[in-house]
């Protein structure tokens, strides 16, 4: 039979795994189990960030080194590709959660709520946001007042 290496050496060797899996999984947590919508971002940075610690660790080559040419034929590289998509990834995914968080303060500013479940409900209690409600009520006080002014002006006749 095969020489196997014990358990406890596979996973000191391949710890950056089981950070990713760990990552991966609370992030997604998170996300599932969450109804303020600021964890749920959280959650999905975090879920984001183990996606990057995994294509980082794929793209390592064991022994290589930095790609800066030496001379040396026998010279083993890492491949820069997947640290220079990582990068990108990463503004990328900083600028989508500040868009995230954007759209948090304006249903938060429409509805008086950041919790997923009470935005739900709000909208489906009468369809609209809180700045149309309101508006609307306001409208409906205006609307009395003049009706209340109307007829005080027809009993002074």
């Known amino acids: 039979m095969m020489n196997e290496a014990p358990?406890?050496?596979?996973?000191?060797?391949?710890?950056?795994y089981?950070?990713?899996?760990?990552?991966?999984?609370?992030?997604?947590?998170?996300?599932?189990?969450?109804?303020?919508?600021?964890?749920?971002?959280?959650?999905?940075?975090?879920?984001?960030?183990?996606?990057?610690?995994?294509?980082?660790?794929?793209?390592?080559?064991?022994?290589?080194t930095a790609p800066i040419?030496?001379?040396d034929p026998d010279t083993l590289y890492s491949n820069p590709l997947p640290h220079v998509l990582i990068l990108t990834a990463i503004v990328v995914g900083v600028a989508t959660t500040a868009l995230g968080l954007a759209l948090v303060l304006r249903i938060h500013a429409a509805f008086g709520s950041i919790e997923e479940d009470e935005v739900l409900a709000m909208k489906a209690e009468d369809g609209l946001p809180?700045?149309?409600?309101?508006?609307?009520?306001?409208?409906?006080?205006?609307?009395?007042?003049?009706?209340?002014?109307?007829?005080?002006?027809?009993?002074e006749k």
Do not use: H
């Open 7 to 16: 358990l406890a050496v596979i996973l000191a060797e391949n710890w950056n």
């Open 18 to 64: 089981l950070v990713v899996i760990t990552l991966m999984m609370s992030g997604l947590f998170i996300v599932i189990s969450r109804f303020n919508l600021v964890k749920k971002l959280v959650g999905l940075s975090i879920f984001q960030t183990s996606v990057f610690l995994f294509y980082i660790s794929v793209g390592k080559v064991a022994g290589g």
């Open 69 to 71: 040419i030496t001379g």
């Open 130 to 155: 809180r700045v149309r409600r309101i508006l609307e009520q306001q409208g409906d006080r205006l609307g009395d007042r003049q009706e209340q002014a109307g007829v005080e002006g027809e009993a």
